[in-house]
């Protein structure tokens, strides 16, 4: 019972992958070197042991997509935001960036995080409400019944995905995104004012998100995570596939966190990705699975198990603490973590500044 919950698992971690990796596709980002990043991941983590996984996550790959102005100037700001990322998991800045800025913070970030996740799912139901309708009830439901994450997700993202494709099945359009010729070749990077934006926007990005999704996953699997190491390899794998084209990975909160063996089921998650991407069979799984079958799952990581526990913690400290976690956990889910981040430790400096 264990390899299915670990099989299934990572079969779910691809599902909620997939929709992501379209929009890559939609930007420009190639396919097949982005597989180059899944294999740097799932080899990284086997030799360290991490439980947190790396794989398309939207955030990044918008900004990425937008900032740039042509194909040159997004891989180049993926490039060196990535290198920029690995030195900072390289020299251990990022464990130190928790220590300094307190359990307050980081629990503020987390629930900020988990508002995030619900707003995400709210507003993917709603514009697929048919997916979304199904995908919310299956979800609750089956947490409730299990209190299994990886259940939730496989039950939810397959339940919707079935009944979207049955319902739609006769439709004449194919909205899904047509998978360019692509070869595999180094790239060139250029180096001006708009990439170095772009580089310190994601990483930037990515640092407020190594933080917190990193700790949502070792909170679930209940393991520790290394938040350097995993800087690391998250950074060695974007650079990997901005090498050649493809696009940014990064850490996300994936259901394998959930699996018994959470190491190996995220390793066979990245495995399974990697092979979907060399064999450039996106598009034609993608086209399956509508981008809000996989918003019941993310409510219920969010509202049930992400914001509860961080948000009592983050506020039921002392009351210029609660300020601090209130404010964290505010601006974190109207931006992003990491300026949830600089909120909390900005609300800190005003407090002991001028006391409370």
């Known amino acids: 019972m264990d390899i299915l919950k670990d099989i299934l698992a990572a079969l779910s971690g691809v599902l909620n992958g997939l929709p992501q990796g379209l929009l890559a596709l939609a930007f420009g980002f190639a396919s097949v070197p982005t597989a180059f990043a899944f294999i740097v991941g799932a080899a990284g983590n086997a030799f360290t042991g991490t439980v947190a996984v790396i ?22 700001m993926l490039f060196f935001g990535a290198c920029l990322m690995v030195i900072i998991g390289a020299f251990g800045l990022l464990e130190r960036i928790v220590e300094w800025i307190g359990p307050v913070v980081t629990t503020g970030m987390m629930a900020g995080v988990g508002l995030m996740l619900t707003k995400v799912a709210w507003d993917m139901a709603k514009k697929d409400k048919l997916a979304g309708i199904i995908s919310f009830a299956s979800a609750l439901v089956t947490y409730i019944a299990t209190q299994d994450l990886v259940y939730t997700i496989a039950v939810s993202v397959i339940l919707s995905s079935i009944i979207y494709y049955f319902v739609h099945k006769n439709d004449s359009t194919d909205t899904a995104p047509s998978l360019p010729k692509e070869k595999i070749a180094l790239q060139s990077f250029v180096f001006n004012p708009a990439v170095i934006r772009g580089a310190l ?79 450039g069979i996106l598009p034609k799984i993608g086209k399956y699975i509508p981008t809000a ?64």
């Open 55 to 76: 794989s398309f996550q939207a955030e990044s790959i918008t900004v990425a997509g937008t900032l740039g102005k042509n194909m040159k100037e997004r891989l180049s």
């Open 201 to 279: 926007a994601l990483a930037c990005l990515n640092i407020g998100a190594n933080i917190a999704f990193g700790n949502i996953n070792g909170a679930i699997a209940e393991k520790g995570v290394n938040l350097d190491v995993l800087t690391v390899i998250s950074g060695v794998a974007s650079m990997a596939s901005a090498l050649f084209g493809g696009g940014p990975v990064e850490v996300v909160i994936s259901a394998t966190a959930s699996a018994p063996h959470a190491v190996w089921s995220g390793v066979l998650m990245m495995v399974i990705m990697a092979v979907i991407l060399l064999f």
């Open 293 to 356: 079958s996989i918003a019941g799952f993310l409510f219920v990581l969010g509202a049930v198990v992400t914001l509860p526990g961080n948000a009592m913690e983050a506020l039921t400290t002392d009351s210029s603490g609660g300020i601090v976690g209130a404010t964290t956990i505010v601006i974190t889910s109207i931006t992003d973590p990491f300026i949830g981040m600089v909120a909390g430790v900005v609300m800190q400096f005003l407090i002991n500044l001028f006391g409370f």
